[in-house]
């Protein structure tokens, strides 16, 4: 089975760190890429940021708004997705979920999402 | 940047209706790069649709998607009450993709 699980959540004060794992099993992890996305409460979907495949160069984009604070990581070997997350603000409190995503254009590097993780909880408040 | 403008912001309907799910963009997208996901409550998305047309996985055949140029839509043929939730359209010709604000499906 498919199956993505996020872990490392919890409850941290602003200005400090937090890293995330997703475990992926199922399948060949290291053959495609990954996102993260979050959910703060009540809202909508928000791209996070991505890392491509290393056959793709390995590389990370991020949003504006975690840019410089926020990096993504992979270990093919474990077959795990990490985000760091560093000088949290109470803004970044939302559910985080890891995904797979389907590349469809690799030139563009467009990609859908079509396996999600049920997400980890991260709330930044003193 | 391609906005999407989903509607109606929630729709509400009974078990055995069919629902018509608007998703909008702000200018014209290729057809193969619009997707539909589901989100129940509590619970993390899933990939109902992508291309446009094409159903992931799994998905009944209930649902199906339509569409072109600016104008797509998600249409569920006789709604479950498993189908009661939050759906999301998305456009991934860009890098990264957008995604509307929304719509709730909700329980007459």
């Known amino acids: 089975e498919v199956q993505m699980v996020e872990s490392g959540g919890g409850l941290v004060q602003p200005g400090r760190s937090l890293r995330l794992s997703c475990t992926a099993s199922?399948?060949?992890?290291?053959?495609?890429?990954m996102s993260w996305f979050r959910q703060a409460p009540g809202k909508g979907l928000e791209w996070v940021g991505f890392?491509?495949?290393?056959?793709?160069?390995?590389?990370?984009e991020y949003a504006a708004s975690v840019k410089g604070r926020f990096t993504i990581s992979r270990d093919d070997s474990k077959s795990i997705a990490y985000l760091q997350m560093n000088s949290l603000k109470t803004e970044d409190t939302a559910v985080y979920y890891c995904?797979?995503?389907?590349?469809?254009?690799?030139?563009?590097?467009?990609?859908?999402?079509?396996?999600w993780g049920k997400g980890t909880t991260v709330t930044v408040s003193s | 940047e391609i906005v999407l403008t989903q509607s109606p912001g929630t729709l509400s309907l009974s078990p055995g209706e069919g629902a018509t799910l608007s998703c909008r963009a702000s200018q014209s997208v290729s057809s193969s790069y619009l997707a539909w996901y589901q989100q129940k409550r509590g619970q993390a998305p899933r990939l109902l649709i992508y291309?446009?047309?094409s159903r992931a996985t799994g998905i009944p055949d209930r649902f199906s998607g339509s569409g072109s140029g600016t104008d797509f839509t998600l249409t569920i043929s006789r709604l479950e009450p498993e189908d009661f939730a939050v759906y999301y359209c998305q456009h991934y010709g860009s890098s990264p993709g957008s995604f509307g604000q929304g719509t709730k499906l909700e329980i007459k």
């Open positions: 291309g446009t047309y």
């Open positions: 995904t797979r995503d389907k590349v469809v254009n690799f030139d563009y590097y467009y990609y859908y999402m079509d396996v």
């Open positions: 890392i491509r495949r290393k056959a793709s160069g390995g590389t990370t």
């Open positions: 199922g399948f060949t992890f290291g053959d495609y890429a």
